[in-house]
T-cell receptor, first 115, second 111 residues
Framework: DQQVKQNSPSLSVQEGRISILNCDYT??????FLWYKKYPAEGPTFLIS?????DKNEDGRFTVFLNKSAKHLSLHIVPSQPGDSAVYFC??????????????FGQGTILTVHP | NAGVTQTPKFQVLKTGQSMTLQCAQD?????MYWYRQDPGMGLRLIYY???????DKGEVPNGYNVSRLNKREFSLRLESAAPSQTSVYFC??????????FGSGTQLSVL
């Protein structure tokens, strides 16, 4: 039972345009959501996060939106750059601070940004 | 500043062999984690250690054991490797925030 789903295995975008990566979840106990970025042969690196008490969080070119009623979150990258080409994982945790590292991950979306 | 260091980077085992994956962090983090990544399944938590001296099971602990040797080191042991344990293994650590810092991974093949 996949509690966090990224239904798009891949996304291709032109440089300078917006990239939108989507993630759905089923567990209503999740209260913290994160996005990680992963390059080949490297470990995932933290990108941005959002608490369930918010509906938007912004950090530079990256914005995460959370729609709790739909159990859906999305990551917007504007403008997209070729260096953003990577695998993006959505992740969620439940139970507050002590559970932060106990993440449930989605399957990942491969983003390719073409020059 | 090395962050989270995992050894080895690659390993091939025969079914039934044992091995230990090593992980060390130099960020003085309290909590450490072992995840595995399989194609099409994202990362799944195997075991974690919330603080030195404690360990707990994650989502997929069967076939594994862990040791939190000290604050810096958290090892993962496969006592009798099986082909189903072929995967990429990631160690991670964190301090107080929600951010996990990952190592670069160990690619393990069990034949």
């Amino acid at each position: 039972d996949q509690q966090v789903k990224q239904n798009s295995p891949s996304l291709s975008v032109q440089e300078g345009r917006i990239s939108i990566l989507n993630c759905d979840y089923t567990n209503s106990m999740f209260d913290y959501f994160l996005w990680y970025k992963k390059y080949p042969a490297e470990g995932p690196t933290f990108l941005i996060s959002i608490s369930s008490i918010k509906d938007k969080n912004e950090d530079g070119r990256f914005t995460v939106f959370l729609n709790k009623s739909a159990k859906h979150l999305s990551l917007h990258i504007v403008p997209s750059q070729p260096g953003d080409s990577a695998v993006y994982f959505c992740a969620a945790s439940a139970g507050g601070g002590t559970s932060y590292g106990k993440l449930t991950f989605g399957q990942g979306t491969i983003l390719t940004v073409h020059p | 500043n090395a962050g989270v260091t995992q050894t080895p980077k690659f390993q091939v085992l025969k079914t039934g062999q044992s091995m230990t994956l090593q992980c060390a962090q130099d960020m003085n983090h309290n909590s450490m984690y072992w995840y595995r990544q399989d194609p099409g399944m994202g990362l799944r938590l195997i075991y974690y250690s919330a603080s030195e001296g404690t360990t707990d099971k994650g989502e997929v602990p069967n076939g594994y054991n862990v040791s939190r040797l000290n604050k810096r080191e958290f090892s993962l042991r496969l006592e009798s490797a099986a082909p189903s344990q072929t995967s990429v293994y990631f160690c991670a650590s964190r301090w107080q925030s929600e951010k996990l810092f990952f190592g670069s991974g160990t690619q393990l093949s069990v034949l």
